[in-house]
């Protein structure tokens, strides 16, 4: 078509365009590789003299050219070129279609109006640089190379290294006699020499004698798992093969009381108190009482009583909680805060007296507290975490204890029941068939419960979030709702 | 190709024709509905590319309204469905009833339903069950409906205008991915701006009436629909488009980290022609012969949003599908040599 000569015309002036700035970026590219290649002769100016100026203003202006020139002549897309003057003019794309479109075979009836449009837009266009300039990297650069050549070009040619190497073939016998002289050729003679030493008096190496360390090494006593494994007297000792076997096999027997293993697998970062108090805190938030959410309060005071209950002692803050719960039911706000936070104090207390030797140190708890508890007698039962069913050494495995049936007799406080197996439970309400097996016993404490406790917390309030958020149906609601209450009930 | 070639002057007439046939259809649709010009030009943009829309707000922002006016202006047969959790597929396409001839006779007629109609307002479209939302999948995409075997072709326009209420969700059925799909575009209608609203007061609260007229029939426009047709697009705009499509594709090996994360399925290649047909009709409204990658611009939010299906992960941070979808306009033109300089280099 005779109309789209006019946007051929327009692609040529951009690729022309499109050349220049290319020659540029590539010769600003080439400068610096030649400025590079510029410093090596005059590096070497000494040797070449007024050669090495030359050469380096040669390399400097081919390196320029050469990019220049590989920058010009690299090919330029039309496509690419029409697409840059549609951006550049603000066409939209008129000139890039109409030209792929107008020797197109399937070319439809309104190419000719878009023919004829964009020529009408691009003889209506104002005269302009379209291309932007791009500077390369290397052109920030340049400024570094040129300033060492001409520093180089000033500056009085650098001296090589005189002399030669050292003959390193085999040596006649008049190099043996004269050493010093042909070393002198390359260093200098003056070179300071290293002082002498006097002569280190060396003590005489003499027997030792092994002996052990006082107080150290000494019989350890039962139960002193940790005093055992701080032993060192084997290390001050001289070496003794059965004595370290004897020390080994004491160890390992210890090893064995797994009674006496210190509890290294307890969570106390996730106590019943800290959940609560983590709740609590969530729910104050700087509020005075009177700003408190009474149905927020309500569910910790009932979060708390259902903590309480678990527990098979009675808890101490059960009285708190009842008069929170009654003083929240007078809309008394203030009151029921300041029930919550005895209760609070209650169970804090109870936490860190719990805590109290629990550490890391190895053996029983009344051991520890030096029999503060006195001795029960047959009818009582242990609460949980009471191990003390059992006399030392008996009962803790199979075929050990005094009964002579392998696992023992049942323990009291499994409550005789010869199908409970030593799961602890509580019996429900409701339910007089059939065993109960839930973990409310012991489990309670242990902490993976505590997790539990902890992540169903925080599903119940992502649940909350979402339903508040996503418009769930209300008869979904409730089933939701449900779900998360049988969870907790668990 | 077998059309003949006519000269510019021709096709410069016919272009000519559509925009102003398009803005006085806009002026038109105007005189009733205040602000929303966005929402209506996609409308009308969906009525010239053949399409189907669906429009989702809260109550009370004109979505009917707007539906209304547009049938009233078009010389064209209008329907509307007030879609209910009772109403059958038999409510919407029609029945066979016993009738009486002359000779005593009885036998079968079928009586032609609602769809039967150039427009189609299908009012609270979510409100309906599934089964009675899909007799509305083959008169969408088929232009046709079958009863008791017998197929019934839709007169040509056909032109499905749907409304949902985001909001209440309860006791709706939100429409399943295969129906959304065979909607052109969804538009979302917000809130008007302070002074819409005044000017909503004045137009609302005096005596006087505003009276739309018809300015356009049925034949203007399944002309208008060949027209559209024949704009073409050039190969980098078309790439773009599929490149848009394809980046919505966490499967794509290309595709961008932000689809991975959030997109569980992209968009369908019925996303792309959408894509490219109301790109067509855009650049036509606006006297243009060609399609821009502007055009695509504008087009992706109302032809990608409902096509795009969000993960756990993009559900539950609630990612809205508009920044998603102008995230992937990015990725793909960085993908696609459009609007890169590399080649200066």
């Known amino acids: ?490 | 190709m077998t059309q003949s070639i006519q000269p510019a002057e021709s096709q410069e007439r016919r272009v000519q024709e559509f925009v102003t046939a398009f803005q006085t259809l806009r002026t038109e649709v105007q005189k009733v509905i205040v602000g929303h010009d966005d929402v209506i030009n996609h409308v009308l943009i969906s009525l010239f590319a053949g399409g189907h829309v669906l429009l989702e707000g809260v109550p009370g922002l004109g979505k009917t309204l707007l539906i209304r006016t547009l049938a009233e202006s078009l010389d064209l047969t209008f329907s509307r469905i007030q879609f209910t959790p009772d109403l059958m597929p038999g409510d919407i396409i029609g029945t066979n009833i016993i009738v009486e001839d002359a000779d005593g006779r009885k036998h079968f007629q079928f009586q032609r339903g609602p769809i039967f109609g150039h427009i189609l307002l299908a009012d609270e479209v979510n409100r309906a069950t599934p089964k009675t939302q899909s007799a509305l999948l083959e008169g969408m995409q088929e232009h046709s409906v079958t009863v008791s075997g017998t197929s019934h072709p839709l007169a040509p326009p056909f032109f499905v205008l749907a409304t949902q209420n985001p909001i209440e969700m309860e006791g709706t059925y939100p429409l399943p991915e295969a129906q959304l799909d065979r909607f052109l575009f969804k538009l979302r209608v917000r809130y008007p701006a302070l002074e819409e609203l005044t000017e909503i007061i004045n137009r609302t609260t005096r005596p006087r009436e505003v009276h739309v007229q018809r300015v356009m029939n049925g034949e203007a426009v399944l002309r208008f629909r060949e027209l559209v047709r024949e704009v073409p697009i050039a190969a980098h705009v078309g790439d773009l488009a599929s490149l848009m499509i394809l980046a919505s594709h966490p499967q794509w090996e290309r595709a961008p980290e932000v689809t991975r994360r959030f997109i569980r399925y992209g968009a369908s290649p019925r996303g792309a022609q959408a894509l490219v047909l109301g790109a067509k009709v855009r650049a036509l409204a606006d006297g243009r012969y060609n399609v821009s990658i502007d055009d695509l611009r504008a087009i992706a939010l109302p032809a990608l949003r409902h096509r795009i299906i969000l993960n756990f992960e993009g559900e539950a941070e609630g990612i809205d599908a508009d920044r998603l979808i102008e995230q992937l306009i990015e990725a793909a033109e960085n993908l696609s040599a459009t609007g890169k300089d590399a080649f200066l280099r």
């Open chain 1, 1 to 490: 078509m005779a109309e789209a000569s006019v946007l051929h015309r327009l692609v040529q002036q951009v690729t022309r365009e499109v050349r220049l700035r290319r020659a540029e970026f590539w010769a600003l590219r080439g400068l610096f590789g030649g400025a590079l290649a510029a410093a090596v002769p005059l590096v070497a100016r000494e040797r070449f003299g007024m050669a090495a100026l030359v050469a380096a203003g040669a390399l400097l202006v081919a390196g320029g050219l050469i990019g220049a020139l590989v920058g010009y002549f690299r090919r330029v897309p039309p496509g690419e070129a029409a697409r840059l003057a549609d951006r550049g003019f603000g066409l939209q794309d008129r000139v890039a279609t109409a030209l792929e479109w107008a020797d197109h075979p399937e070319r439809s009836p309104l190419v000719d109006g878009l023919v004829a449009d964009a020529v009408a837009r691009v003889t209506q266009r104002t005269q302009r640089r379209i291309v932007p300039r791009l500077l390369p990297r290397e052109a920030k650069f340049i400024p570094v190379p040129l300033a060492l050549g001409l520093v180089l070009a000033l500056a009085p040619p650098i001296p090589f290294p005189k002399g030669a190497l050292p003959n390193f073939q085999a040596s006649t016998g008049d190099d043996e006699e004269q050493p010093k002289e042909r070393a002198g050729k390359l260093e200098s003679s003056d070179r300071p020499q290293a002082a002498k030493r006097d002569q280190v008096q060396r003590a005489e190496m003499k027997d030792r004698t092994l002996a052990p360390r006082a107080g150290g090494g000494g019989p350890t006593q039962a139960g002193d798992l940790a005093a055992v494994f701080k032993d060192t007297s084997l290390g001050s000792r001289s070496p003794d093969f059965n004595s370290f076997l004897k020390k080994g096999d004491e160890r390992i027997r210890m090893l064995e009381q797994v009674d006496k293993m210190p509890d290294l697998q307890r969570d106390f970062t996730q106590s019943q108190y800290k959940m609560v108090f983590q709740k609590s805190k969530e729910l104050r938030g700087g509020l005075r009482p009177d700003q408190v959410s009474p149905q927020k309060l309500r569910e910790l005071l009932n979060e708390m009583e259902r903590l309480g209950r678990k527990g098979s002692q009675g808890s101490p803050w059960a009285g708190d909680i009842a008069e929170g719960m009654e003083a929240l039911e007078g809309g008394q706000n203030e009151r029921a805060m300041d029930a919550m936070e005895r209760a609070l104090s209650k169970m804090r207390n109870m936490e860190e007296k719990g805590r109290e030797g629990k550490g890391l140190r190895g053996g029983r708890e009344s051991e520890r507290r030096g029999g503060q508890r006195g001795p029960r007698g047959p009818g009582q039962s242990g609460g949980p975490g009471d191990e003390g069913d059992f006399p030392e050494g008996e009962g803790m495995f199979p075929g050990r204890g005094k009964s002579p049936t392998p696992k023992g007799d049942p323990s009291q406080r499994l409550r005789g029941n010869p199908f409970d197996v030593g799961v602890e439970g509580e019996s429900r309400s409701g339910r007089k068939e059939g065993f109960d097996t839930n973990l409310l016993g012991r489990g309670q404490n242990v902490p993976s419960r505590l997790q539990y406790l902890g992540v169903v917390g925080q599903y119940r309030k992502m649940m909350e979030e979402a339903i508040a958020r996503e418009q769930v149906p209300r008869d979904s609601q409730a089933h939701i709702k449900q779900y998360f209450q049988a969870l907790d009930e668990r």
